[in-house]
């Protein structure tokens, strides 16, 4: 199930060609992205989404489209999507450079899919994930920062990659590590920890995308008294946690029940508080 509007609202033939061969998206995987989850109808996080589009923009150094386009195509997306056969849909929203040796416009639109089986098995199921290195330092970024490591950019074939690893080995996902040891982020989802009544999440200025989840997770979890912080930690600390999760916007806060073939601790208690704060925001 797909519903496809481009940024002038007007929804289209999902099936139909939308952008030229020559588009840079293409041919370069030159542009940007963001996936937003929408249940009965209300996007969640949408404003700090945006904000990472705009981001992810300006470090691509692109034209991006004003927000009240990206707005409107959003929200033709959710007045045509059939909501009483699927409550729930990924949302997303793609812009690219534009094409080749053009004058710089972009191409973008909003394409509406279905939460599919898989993504619900996990979210129920927990799931187990094997640590890869990403072969950079957590400096990196602020060394060389046309590595675009903090844009969520098209260009996500290693990340792909490092998941059908994860499958080879019999594994769910991936927590990607650092150089140095130190936990980064997985393929698709931030990674957050419990030590007691805190919580912890990787900084972005390691080269992690800032997770939109991981905030709203956090935002609830401050409100109800929890601690919070934004630090690096080695990989031994996932397996010292009183939990691990993963937040991503569509599989939104999933258990982590074994790192590299070993279990680490799950807390059935802990883990519904968890969830259930990152759902008091909605």
């Known amino acids: 199930m797909r519903v496809l509007a481009t940024l002038d609202g007007i929804v289209v033939d999902p099936r139909a060609p939308l952008f030229r061969a020559d588009d840079l998206g293409v041919l370069r995987g030159d542009g940007i992205f963001e996936t937003v989850l929408v249940v009965q109808r209300q ?3 949408m404003g700090p989404h945006l904000d990472r589009l705009e981001r992810s923009a300006r470090l691509m150094q692109m034209t991006l489209p004003e927000r009240a ?11 045509a999507w059939p909501w009483d056969e699927h409550p729930e849909m990924g949302l997303k ?7 080749d040796e053009g004058d710089g416009t972009p ?5 509406g899919q279905e939460v599919g089986p898989e993504t619900r098995r996990k979210r129920a199921e927990g799931v ?3 640590t890869l290195d990403r072969g950079y330092s957590t400096d990196l970024m602020e060394r060389a920062p046309w590595l675009l490591l903090s844009a969520k950019t098209l260009s996500y074939a290693v990340n792909m990659a490092a998941l059908r ?15 140095e040891g130190t936990v980064l982020e997985g393929p698709t989802s931030s990674v957050v920890l419990a030590e007691g009544r805190k919580l912890l999440t990787t900084p972005p200025a390691s080269g992690v995308l800032r997770g939109t989840t991981q905030g709203a997770l956090f935002r609830a979890a401050e409100a109800a008294g929890w ?8 990989t031994s600390a996932l397996f010292e946690a009183d939990g691990v999760w993963l937040a991503s916007s569509i599989r939104r806060i999933t258990r982590v029940r074994a790192v590299d073939g070993t279990a680490v601790k799950v807390d059935g208690a ?3 508080e968890i969830v259930g704060l990152y759902e008091s925001n909605y």
């Not at 386009?69 to 007045?79: F, K, L």
């Not at 929203?93 to 094409?99: D, E, F, M, Q, Y």
């Not at 690893?165 to 150089?179: C, H, I, L, N, P």
């Not at 919070?228 to 080695?234: A, D, I, Q």
């Open 227 to 234: 601690q919070t912080e934004v630090v690096n930690f080695p």
């Open 107 to 111: 191409s973008g639109f909003a394409m």
């Open 93 to 99: 929203l793609v812009c690219t450079r534009g094409i």
């Open 270 to 272: 802990l883990d519904e």
């Open 69 to 79: 386009s990206w707005e409107r195509a959003a929200q033709a997306v959710i007045d």
């Open 165 to 179: 690893e994860a499958e080879a080995r019999g594994a769910d996902e991936v927590v990607f590590t650092s150089t």
């Open 128 to 130: 187990e994930v094997v």
């Open 43 to 45: 996007p969640r996080e």
